[in-house]
Structure formats: structure tokens, C-alpha cells
């Protein structure tokens, strides 16, 4: 069974710039979420959804950040512009239904720098 | 609102000797307690959780945690470490299944020869 597919694995771009994470949660887990993890830190909830509905997002910086998880699967985080501060690694998580849905299970994370 | 602290940043130590790494969460609720461990350069791992029933809870490389409510810890333990163990480790709490995990800062764990 494949695990949490997350692309890309590493980006550079400039302040000001937009930027795009994609990912491919495990095949039929309801549940992603995003985390962010700046560096030496654990990594702090963005965005939970469940199916295609954002159930929590509260930390999640609106004026800037986005996120879509079209038809339930496949999920993009966006960030429109991008600042210094916001280099960290981007990390995607999903859970299935039911007695297991405590288990998240974690992709390798989008590591952003901004410069 | 939940909190989990792990008093140690950095915890250098020999090849078979053991180890320790302690974490402290505050709740006002019954929660869900985990470990997670994460490898250079690849995502995090379920090491252990707690649900309920038996406090001590192990897992499949020698690993265990206690869940101590009185004192609300939930220490990691390894009677005997490997170099393959160096890693970070997170713990890491939840109110509910499927809610947002609260993570502490993290261990890293050094094993040296």
C-alpha cells in the first residue's frame, strides 16, 4: 500500500511569490490534514478535512494561505505571497474512518525556503 | 487548552545503554497519548499511543510508555538502545479520534558507539 505522496519535496522561491503543495493522501482515507513544522519545532495543525469539507481551520493564516481538497482525495495548500517567515517544512497527513482514525499517517513534507 | 511539553531537546547516549525521554501534557479532558518518531528526511512514524485500558504500552522494536495520569506524563523507554534508534521524537496528544494532534517540541536522540 503506498503511504502519503506529498510534491514537491523541496522548494525555493523568492518573497512575494506564490507557491503550491500537493498531496496524495492513502487511498481511502477521509481524513488529511495539513501540518507546518518550523525548524526544531513540532509540527502545528493548518487544516483538517474531512472528505471534502474543511472541519477545522482555524489556524490556518487566511489572508494569505489556501487550501482545496477536490472530491475528497488529492488535496493542494497554497500561499499567495510568500514571506520569510513562512519557511518551514509543510507536512500532509491522513486517517481512515472508524477504530482506527486515531492513526495518522504522515507524508515526507514539502520543505520551503524563502529568500 | 492541551500543552505537551518534552523537557529535553537533546539526549545523547551510548549504544545499549538506556534511555529516557520524558514528556508532560495538560488537559483539561481525557486524551489520547502518542509517540511519534521521525527519521532524517522522511515523514513521521506511529511509535506507540495510548487509548485506554493498560498503562504500559509497547511497541514491536523494543520501545514502551507509561501513561501516568496523576502526574500526566507519558515517558518513553528503551532498555537498550541501537545507532539504527537515532531519530527525533515527538509526542504528541488528542482529545478526540481524528482530531488534531498537539505536539511537543521534540527529542532528538543520539546514539553514538
Known amino acids: 500500500e503506498a503511504g502519503v505522496v506529498q510534491s514537491p519535496r523541496y522548494k525555493i522561491i523568492e518573497k512575494k511569490q506564490p507557491v503550491a503543495f500537493w498531496c496524495n493522501p492513502i487511498?481511502?482515507?477521509?481524513?488529511l490534514y495539513w501540518y507546518l513544522q518550523n525548524l526544531g519545532q513540532g509540527p502545528e495543525l493548518l487544516i483538517r478535512?474531512?472528505?471534502?469539507?474543511?472541519?477545522?481551520d482555524s489556524q490556518l493564516p487566511k489572508d494569505r494561505f489556501s487550501a482545496e481538497r477536490l472530491k475528497g482525495v488529492d488535496s493542494t495548500l497554497k500561499i499567495q505571497p510568500a514571506e520569510l517567515g513562512d519557511s518551514a517544512v509543510y507536512l500532509c497527513?491522513?486517517?481512515?474512518?472508524?477504530?482506527?482514525?486515531?492513526?495518522?499517517?504522515f507524508g515526507p513534507g514539502t520543505r520551503l525556503t524563502v529568500t | 487548552a492541551q500543552s505537551v511539553t518534552q523537557l529535553d531537546s537533546q539526549v545523547p547516549v551510548f549504544e545499549e545503554a538506556p534511555v529516557e525521554l520524558r514528556c508532560n501534557y495538560s488537559s483539561s479532558v481525557s486524551v489520547y497519548l502518542f509517540w511519534y518518531v521521525q527519521y532524517p528526511n522522511q515523514g513521521l512514524q506511529l511509535l506507540l499511543k495510548?487509548?485506554?485500558?493498560?498503562?504500559l504500552v509497547e511497541s514491536i522494536n523494543g520501545f514502551e510508555a507509561e501513561f501516568n495520569k496523576s502526574q500526566t506524563s507519558f515517558h518513553l523507554r528503551k532498555p537498550s538502545v541501537h545507532i539504527s534508534d537515532t531519530a527525533e521524537y515527538f509526542c504528541?496528544?488528542?482529545?478526540?479520534?481524528?482530531?488534531?494532534?498537539?505536539f511537543g517540541q521534540g527529542t532528538e536522540l543520539s546514539v553514538k558507539p
Open positions: 504528541a496528544v488528542s482529545e478526540s479520534q481524528g482530531g488534531k494532534l498537539i
Open positions: 487511498s481511502g482515507h477521509n481524513t
Open positions: 495510548y487509548l485506554s485500558g493498560s498503562t
Open positions: 497527513a491522513s486517517s481512515p474512518r472508524g477504530a482506527l482514525s486515531y492513526e495518522q499517517y
Open positions: 478535512y474531512e472528505n471534502e469539507e474543511a472541519v477545522d
